[in-house]
């Protein structure tokens, strides 16, 4: 098929022990999603009413690199986030059947434009300039399931240059992992190399240039990035 000019390389994430990269074609996210999280952001949880947004394939940035810091914003806030990826999908899964469609589990970060986000709240606007910018998705490694399982419990933590920001464990979920992919696939048809980014625990807080950030999914996988 030809094109009116050369495409750009397809987004992909790196898969831990393994030069096969993971080919990303949407990234999912949901918010709301820790109760302590939902309440220092003056926000009620509403389990039938998950809330969810996107971020482009493309704001992928891999373990190592920096991450420039955004124009058109004086609050960049980091949220750490375990993260889902998919090998399958479909549509209306059920529940029971939502984890094998599942590849794998990485560490990541959902980077927010805080005060875009509340003029956005503020006017009853879209979210999409404070959540879907470039470079606003840190990815760690995956590690596959095939290899770890489904964990139901890990810590989860987030410190900036050495000082802990974060922590609770992806026990604390609101909606777990079966549940959020069953609620999505509602909503979307999800596919292979499909991201969904779980939510963030309380914690939240700016980020300046230099910055060094360390995520981990205590045992599983963990990210390094820099604000450049």
């Known amino acids: 098929m030809p094109f009116a000019f050369a495409p750009s390389p ?13 080919p990303v074609r949407r990234i999912f996210c949901i918010g709301r999603n820790y109760a302590e999280h939902a309440a220092e952001m003056g ?23 920096d991450v420039p810091y955004p ?12 993260v889902v990826a998919l090998h399958s999908g479909g549509i209306d899964i059920a529940e029971a059947d939502a984890l094998t469609h599942v590849f794998g589990y990485a560490v990541g ?3 927010t434009r805080r005060d ?5 709240k503020a006017k009853g606007m879209p979210w999409d300039t404070a959540k879907a910018f470039d ?17 139901r419990s890990a810590a989860l933590t987030l410190a900036v240059n050495g000082q ?28 292979a190399g499909d ?9 939240v807080g700016p980020l300046v240039r230099g910055d060094a950030v360390h995520a981990q999914l205590a045992g599983l996988t963990e990210l390094r990035c820099r604000i450049a």
Not at 43 to 65: H, L, M, Q, T, W
Not at 71 to 82: F, N, Y
Not at 164 to 190: G, H, T
Request: with cysteine; hydrophobic share 45%.
């Open 109 to 111: 970060l959902d980077l």
């Open 164 to 191: 802990l920001r974060q922590q609770s464990d992806i026990a604390q979920m609101i909606f777990n992992v079966p549940e959020m992919l069953a609620r999505l696939s509602r909503l979307f048809e999800l596919k």
């Open 10 to 22: 397809p987004p992909a994430a790196a898969i831990a022990g393994s030069a096969t990269r993971f």
């Open 43 to 65: 926000a009620s949880v509403d389990r039938g009413n998950p809330v969810f947004f996107c971020k482009p394939a493309d704001a992928i940035v891999v373990d190592g690199a």
């Open 135 to 151: 470079h606003s998705a840190p990815l760690s490694p995956i590690r596959p399931a095939a290899e770890i399982g489904h964990p």
């Open 195 to 203: 991201l969904v980014f779980t939510g963030t625990p309380a914690g």
């Open 71 to 82: 124009q058109a914003t004086k609050e960049l806030h980091h949220e750490v986030e375990m």
């Open 116 to 120: 875009l986000q509340a003029i956005a």
